[in-house]
């Protein structure tokens, strides 16, 4: 089992930047892939981010490479997501998400068996 709490989410001017963090409890979190997706209103949550679980190897969504970084401490059992240059269009509720199902593709969140209650994060213009 794993339980997950985001926070870090809130206002702020397009341009900004905000740090997100999940925090986990539970044994099982550094042998997993972490993610954060993201659901705006009246549409499909999507990916946004991924880390493996050594924090090796990370993969994001075309429309947040360069602007977006996710960082793990397997210590801490903390994964951040680092966001820059937010847009209006990044204006989101995200969810941080532990990967259960390894025979799914990383971005789909059928993938992911525990999931977070999800902080909200605004990009006003």
């Known amino acids: 089992q794993v339980q997950l709490v985001e926070s870090g989410g809130g206002l702020v001017q397009a341009g900004g930047s905000l740090r997100l963090s999940c925090a986990a409890s539970g044994r099982t979190f550094s042998d997993r892939d972490m993610s954060w997706f993201r659901q705006a209103p009246g549409k499909e949550r999507e990916f946004v981010a991924t880390?493996?679980?050594?924090?090796?190897?990370?993969y994001y969504a075309d429309s947040v490479k360069g602007r977006f970084t996710i960082t793990r401490d397997n210590a801490k059992k903390t994964v951040n997501l680092q966001m820059n240059s937010l847009k209006p269009e990044d204006t989101a509720v995200y969810y941080c998400?532990?990967?259960?199902?390894?025979?799914?593709?990383?971005?789909?969140?059928?993938?992911?068996?525990?999931w977070g209650q999800g902080t909200q994060v605004t990009a006003s213009s």
């Open positions: 998400a532990a990967r259960t199902r390894i025979l799914v593709d990383r971005t789909l969140r059928e993938g992911y068996g525990y």
């Open positions: 880390i493996s679980w050594s924090g090796g190897s990370t």
